[in-house]
């Protein structure tokens, strides 16, 4: 097929998926007003609130704290097998740097735009192996980006005093499959709440936190790409995300300052067997 071809395919396909859609959206959204009495005043109220979200850039982040975000991940990643899915949140930089494997992801002592700063958080070492999800082959040549807070809580995006790929990198998995980064034991922390997201969690009285992980993006060819975190056992907020991403298969523990987590990759459609 022409790319052109298959371009006009994802249009009809999106075109047919809005017919089928907009029915079901518009009769629940009415049966929800119609339950809850909706009044011209909260109809306004409830507009503009959506136009503040637009405006402050946190249409996505409303679907995180919904638990909407949590529940399309699930369908478009709903895995029979394999390491399970979470969301990529945004504090994803493309282009992290390559570190050897084994490598560290710690720049801190590295000079950041003040000069040398402290690393905030204990030593800890993430390890594992990538392996094939049906075959438990391993999967050498993987290539593991990984990214997560200190152990104050802030990913090196939210300060500028921080190094700008500190706790960030990417690995190549070796021959047989393996990585191992060293890294700081990342915190709990709170999603950005200073908006109109945060005003919403507030009347709700719900809180902002997310319990202690570390993201990865994981791909190799042959095999979907996977989005992921892995949490830290113990900590707080396990049963309470602000953004109810955590899943049971996903917690791990540190042991003697090692956090394992193993990754298991699903063989893309069409390179299944
Ligand atoms: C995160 O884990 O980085 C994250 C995900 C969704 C919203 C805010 C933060
Ligand atoms: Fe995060």
Redesign the pocket.
């Known amino acids: 097929m022409t790319p052109e071809g298959a371009g006009q395919d994802v249009d009809e396909h999106r075109a047919d998926r809005m017919q089928a859609a907009l029915p079901v959206v518009v009769a629940t959204l009415r049966r929800v007003v119609q339950d809850l009495e909706l009044t011209d005043d909260e109809l306004h109220a409830v507009l503009g609130f959506l136009g503040e979200v637009a405006r402050a850039d946190e249409l996505v982040?409303l679907s995180?704290v919904l638990g909407i975000?949590r529940v399309v991940d699930d369908q478009t990643h709903a895995a029979t097998a394999g390491t399970p899915s979470a969301?990529l949140?945004?504090?994803y930089l493309p282009g992290a740097p390559f570190i050897d494997n084994p490598g560290s992801i710690v720049r801190a002592g590295e000079s950041g735009p003040d000069g040398a700063i402290d690393a905030r958080g204990s030593g800890l070492v993430i390890t594992g192996t990538v392996t094939d999800a049906a075959s438990a082959a391993p999967i050498p040549g993987a290539v593991l980006d990984v990214w997560q807070a200190d152990g104050a809580g802030t990913?090196s995006n939210e300060d500028p005093t921080l190094p700008s790929w500190h706790l960030r990198g990417r690995q190549v998995a070796d021959g047989a499959g393996g990585y191992r980064i060293a890294t700081l034991a990342p915190s709990h922390y709170t999603?950005?709440h200073d908006g109109p997201v945060g005003r919403l969690l507030a009347a709700a009285g719900r809180h902002p936190w997310?319990p202690a992980?570390i993201?990865f993006l994981v791909t190799a060819d042959g095999y979907d790409t996977l989005v992921t975190?892995v949490y830290v056992a113990d900590g707080p907020y396990l049963d309470d995300d602000a953004?109810d991403?955590v899943k049971d298969a996903l917690i791990r523990p540190i042991e003697a300052g090692i956090l394992r987590f193993e990754i298991g990759l699903r063989a893309a459609r069409g390179a299944r067997s």
């Open positions: 982040l995180d975000s969301v949140g945004p504090f990913y999603v950005k997310r992980h993201h975190q953004i991403d």
